[in-house]
C-alpha cells in the first residue's frame, strides 16, 4: 500500500466525560516518476534498420476493441501514424515505415498509442533511423516467450477480478469493483519490477502509472470508456483514470485510494471526482484533450449519502450510531474549510462520541479530496 508520513497531537477535554483529538495530517510521499515508455523520449538507434517497404497503410479495422481515446483526438495523418505504430506493437515487428520525418510528432503519438493501449506493456522505448521517412522499431523489455507468459497471467488477474461481479453490475458498479479489487491485490512500491505498465499489478507490486494502466484494462474488457490521464501534483508527476460511467465524465485514481485511511485499506474519496475537484491539487497534461465534467454524479461519497454540501452536525451524529468509522465529502473548499474548523477547532468532535463515557476521536483531513476520516473509540475500550 501507498504510505504516509504522519504526525499525532492529543488534546484532553472533559466535558461530561474525558474526550481525546488525535489528528493525523495527511502528506501522501507521491510517486515520484512515471514511465519510461508513456514519456519515452525515442533514441537513434546504434544499428541501422533496413527497410525498403513503403509506408504501409492501414484502416481502422486493425485497431482493437479497445477505447482509444487519444485517436480520435487525432488528425487523420496522425491517426495512420498511430495505427502503423499500434500494427507495429501489436504483431510484435522489428520495425515499421512512417509517412513522416517529425520525430517529435511521433513521440507525441507514441505517447497516445501506449496510453490507449495497456496490452502493449512489454514496450521499453522507441528506437528510429531517418532517411527520408522514418523506420520506427520498438524496444521490448521481454523476450517474446515471457510476453505470452506475462499474457497469460494478465489473463488469470482479469478473469478472478471479473468473477467477483454479479450478471447484473452495472457499469458504476463494474468500475467500483475494479477500483476495490486492484487496490485491495496491490502494494505501492517504487522499486517494484515492471513498475510502470500494468503487469506490476498482477505481480502484486506497482506505482501510479501501474494502477492506472490496470484499471484502463479492466475497464476495456468491460466495455465502459475510460482514459489515462498524466499530470503532476505539487511533489511529483503522476498518472491516474478519467471514465465515463452514464454518459458523465470522472476521475479515479487507484494510487491515491491505496493507503492506510485510520486503518481503512481503501478510500473512495478518489473515485468519481469531478474535474474541478483534480484541478485543486494537479496540473494536467494536454489539458485540452481530457473530458472536463464537474458533475458531481458518479462521486462515490455522493452515491452513497456522505456528500455534504453544508456543514450539518447533526447529521454527522447520525453517522455515528452505526459505525464508529466515518468517512464524508463536502462540495467545495469553503465548506470543507468550515467543517473542519468547527469541528477539529472549535471543539465539535466531541458531539460525535455517542455515550457520556467519553472516548478518543482521532480524525484524519484530505483537502485535495475535501473529505474527512474519523474513527471513534469510546473510553474503557
Known amino acids: 500500500m501507498k504510505k504516509f508520513l504522519a504526525f499525532s497531537l492529543t488534546v484532553f477535554i472533559i466535558v461530561g466525560g474525558l474526550f481525546a483529538l488525535s489528528k493525523t495530517d495527511y502528506f501522501g510521499d507521491l510517486p515520484q516518476s512515471l514511465a519510461r515508455a508513456v514519456k519515452a523520449h525515442i533514441q537513434t538507434a546504434s544499428d541501422s534498420v533496413s527497410m525498403d517497404d513503403p509506408a504501409a497503410t492501414y484502416d481502422e479495422s486493425v485497431l482493437g476493441s479497445e477505447y482509444h481515446y487519444y485517436y480520435g483526438k487525432l488528425s487523420d495523418s496522425d491517426k495512420l501514424i498511430y495505427r502503423q505504430i499500434y500494427v507495429m506493437l501489436d504483431e510484435l515487428k522489428d520495425g515499421i515505415v512512417l509517412d513522416t520525418d517529425d520525430v517529435d510528432n511521433v513521440s507525441r503519438i ?68 475494479f477500483y476495490e479489487y486492484i487496490i485491495e491485490h496491490t502494494d505501492y512500491d517504487e522499486n517494484s519490477a515492471h ?19 490496470m484499471f484502463k484494462y479492466m475497464c476495456d474488457q468491460a466495455g465502459i470508456p475510460s482514459v489515462i490521464v498524466t499530470g503532476a501534483t505539487s511533489d511529483a508527476n503522476h498518472a491516474w483514470n478519467m471514465v465515463c460511467i452514464d454518459g458523465v465524465w470522472s476521475a ?22 469531478p474535474s474541478d475537484v483534480i484541478k485543486l491539487s494537479r496540473t494536467i497534461d494536454n489539458e485540452d484533450m481530457i473530458p ?13 449519502g456522505l456528500y455534504f454540501t453544508s456543514y450539518d452536525l447533526n447529521s454527522l451524529q447520525d453517522m455515528t450510531v452505526s459505525s464508529n468509522y466515518i468517512t464524508f465529502k463536502f462540495a467545495d473548499k469553503d465548506t470543507y474549510d468550515t467543517a473542519c474548523h468547527k469541528l477539529f477547532e472549535q471543539g465539535d468532535y466531541k458531539y460525535l462520541i455517542p455515550t457520556a463515557r467519553g472516548g478518543t476521536v482521532t480524525y484524519m483531513q484530505e483537502p485535495n479530496s475535501l473529505a474527512v476520516f474519523i474513527h471513534i473509540q469510546l473510553g474503557g475500550n
Open 110 to 177: 507514441q505517447q497516445f498509442v501506449l496510453l490507449d493501449n495497456p496490452q502493449f506493456f512489454y514496450v521499453e522505448k522507441s528506437q528510429y533511423t531517418q532517411t527520408t521517412k522514418l523506420v520506427f522499431s520498438p524496444v521490448l523489455n521481454m523476450s517474446k516467450s515471457e510476453i505470452e507468459s506475462a499474457r497469460s497471467a494478465i489473463s488469470g488477474y482479469v478473469s478472478a477480478c471479473m468473477s467477483g461481479l454479479s450478471s447484473d453490475a452495472s457499469d458504476y458498479d463494474k468500475a467500483v469493483h
Open 195 to 213: 513498475n510502470q505498465d500494468m503487469y506490476s499489478v498482477v505481480l502484486g507490486h506497482t506505482v501510479c502509472q501501474g494502477y492506472a494502466m
Open 252 to 273: 479515479v485514481d487507484c494510487t491515491y485510494g491505496d493507503g492506510d485511511y485510520l486503518g481503512k485499506g481503501i478510500s473512495y474519496s478518489w473515485f468519481g471526482v
Open 292 to 304: 472536463q465534467d464537474s458533475s458531481v454524479q458518479n462521486d462515490y461519497y455522493y452515491r452513497n
